[in-house]
């Protein structure tokens, strides 16, 4: 069973904790069952599953973050237009 990741209103991985990256570099996984090669892709995939949950919540605050600044370099850009030339206020 691949467990996926369920999100609050706030955006947050409520099944996991947060995933830090060295959590990530020394994740090991265990070999697949008897008779196969490689990794067992039920573990693989759930891990993934978990990654792409942590990297778009990630992405979705820099989303934020990039707006909220372009909304305050608006409005000092309007402050200093609104300000009349040589007051040194």
Do not use: C, N
């Amino acid at each position: 069973m691949i467990v996926g990741i369920r999100r609050t209103t706030l955006g947050s991985a409520a099944a996991y904790p947060r995933l830090l990256p060295w959590q990530v570099r020394e994740r090991r996984f265990k070999p697949a069952g008897f008779g196969r090669r490689g990794l067992d892709p039920r573990e693989v995939y759930a891990y993934l599953e978990r990654v792409s949950g942590e990297l778009a919540i990630v992405y979705d605050a820099l989303a934020a973050s990039r707006r909220e600044a372009a909304v305050a370099h608006y409005a000092l850009l309007r402050r200093e237009a609104d300000q009349p030339l040589g007051d040194d206020r």
